[in-house]
């Protein structure tokens, strides 16, 4: 909602008007601003936006989710780089199941901005094999597979890894 540049003002300001109240002794209105003020640091490295819009992809509301990200007019300046990829993600994984050529656009561009978590990195990995099998662009798909594998410690993409690479014998 806010442009993060404005978050980092605010977090400033919440925590200097604690160290006021600590002074002036209300340190229960402190304690208040120091939280307040974390709330906006934490929403400077994880956007409001892409946090609902991940919450709607969670209960399968596409078009609810590309409504919050619909919000974001200008990812490269609004958001950090991390949630540029995680923009880009949100939206690759949408357009997987329409439009395969542009769900790979925005895959590719969000492991190249980056993600910060290894099983998110893992989903566009294995998005991006199944892409690439339906272009009959077998190599390619076995490379994405096995970095997927590599980047999934918790074994929760296993399953789906071992369809894959069960439909790519059948190629």
Same mark, same amino acid.
């Given at each position: 909602?806010?442009? %993060?540049?404005?978050?980092?003002?605010?977090?400033?300001?919440?925590?200097?008007?604690? /160290?006021?109240?600590?002074?002036?002794?209300?340190?229960?209105?402190?304690?208040?601003?120091?939280?307040?003020?974390?709330? *906006?640091? *934490?929403?400077? *490295?994880?956007?409001?936006?892409?946090?609902?819009?991940?919450?709607?992809?969670?209960?399968?509301? *596409?078009?609810?989710?590309?409504?919050?990200?619909?919000? /974001?007019?200008?990812?490269?300046?609004?958001?950090?780089?991390?949630?540029?990829?995680?923009?880009?993600?949100?939206?690759?994984?949408?357009?997987?199941?329409?439009?395969?050529?542009?769900?790979?656009?925005?895959?590719?561009?969000?492991?190249?901005?980056?993600?910060?978590?290894?099983?998110? #990195?893992?989903?566009?990995?294995?998005?991006?094999?199944?892409?690439?099998?339906?272009?009959?662009? %077998?190599? #390619?798909?076995? /490379?994405?597979?096995?970095?997927?594998?590599?980047?999934? %410690?918790?074994?929760?993409?296993?399953?789906?890894?071992?369809?894959? %690479? #069960?439909?790519?014998?059948?190629?």
């Amino acid at each position: 909602m806010f442009n %993060k540049n404005i978050k980092l003002v605010l977090a400033v300001a919440a925590f200097a008007l604690a /160290i006021y109240q600590f002074y002036e002794g209300y340190i229960g209105n402190g304690i208040l601003l120091i939280l307040l003020a974390g709330i *906006f640091v *934490f929403l400077y *490295f994880k956007n409001e936006i892409i946090l609902l819009a991940f919450l709607r992809l969670r209960k399968q509301d *596409f078009e609810g989710a590309k409504k919050w990200l619909s919000k /974001i007019k200008n990812p490269e300046a609004a958001l950090v780089t991390k949630q540029q990829g995680y923009y880009n993600y949100l939206h690759g994984l949408m357009l997987s199941q329409t439009n395969i050529s542009q769900a790979e656009k925005y895959l590719r561009k969000a492991l190249k901005l980056g993600l910060s978590m290894k099983q998110d #990195e893992a989903m566009a990995r294995l998005n991006l094999a199944g892409i690439a099998m339906t272009k009959r662009r %077998k190599r #390619e798909a076995q /490379i994405y597979l096995n970095e997927a594998k590599k980047l999934d %410690k918790n074994n929760m993409l296993t399953d789906q890894i071992r369809m894959m %690479k #069960e439909q790519m014998k059948r190629i």
